[in-house]
Each structure stands twice: as C-alpha cells, then as structure tokens.
C-alpha cells in the first residue's frame, strides 16, 4: 500500500511538473509578444513622426525659398539659400546622429525591453 501511495505521488508530481513547464513556456511566449508589440508600436510611431517632421521641413522650406525669392528678386538665389542652409542641417544631423537619435532610441528599446523585469523586482524587493 505505501509503494502505490509514492508511485501515484511521483507521477502526480510528476505531471504538475511538465505543466508548470508549459505554463513557464506560454509564460515566455506571451512576454515576448507583449515586448515585440511594444517595440513594433515604439517604432511605427517614431517612423510616423519622423515622416510628418519630414513632411513640416519641406514645407518650410519651398516657404524660405519663396520668401528667399522675393527678397532677392530671383527665384534662383532663394531656392539655392533654402538649398545651402538645407545641406547645411543635414550635415549638423549627420554629426550629431549619434547624440540626437542612435542613443535615444536605443535607450528607448532597451527601456521597453526591460520595463516588466523592473516591475517585477521592484514588487519582489
């Protein structure tokens, strides 16, 4: 009789065992959906932003240029300006990529990729 009470105990434990597995794997599973969810939505809306911030830039140009043309008369010399200050932001841009958009971003994602381990530990403590 003692031996069917520990074999029906090691195979209970047994199958708890192999269902904490699963629920540990679902668990994983489900916690990468939730970052990969997050982080695809992080990245649509900075694209989108940087789209409509694109979008503003070239309106505000063709507007300098044209403001550009009547102060100088020629429609030549105001697009060139607009063009010159253009290369010009775009070369600030380029230098300061690094500070001004690769750390952030970077900082960002990181920060989604960890906010719920930072959660959890903080409820531990």
């Given at each position: 009789m003692p031996m069917e009470n520990k074999d029906n105990y090691?195979?209970?434990l047994k199958d708890e065992l192999?269902?904490?597995g699963k629920t540990r794997v679902d668990l994983a599973k489900i916690t990468t959906y939730e970052k990969t969810a997050r982080i695809t939505a992080y990245i649509f809306a900075f694209l989108?932003?940087?789209f409509l911030l694109f979008l503003t830039l070239i309106m505000l140009s063709f507007t300098a240029a044209h403001y550009f043309s009547t102060i100088t008369g020629?429609?030549?010399y105001?697009?060139?300006i607009v063009a010159v200050i253009d290369c010009c932001l775009l070369l600030l841009f380029w230098i300061f990529r690094k500070?001004?958009?690769e750390k952030p971003v970077t900082n960002a994602v990181?920060?989604?990729l960890f906010e719920?381990?930072?959660d959890e530990q903080d409820t531990q403590s």
């Open positions: 090691f195979t209970q192999i269902d904490y989108l932003f940087c020629s429609t030549i105001g697009f060139a500070t001004l958009i990181i920060k989604l719920n381990e930072t």
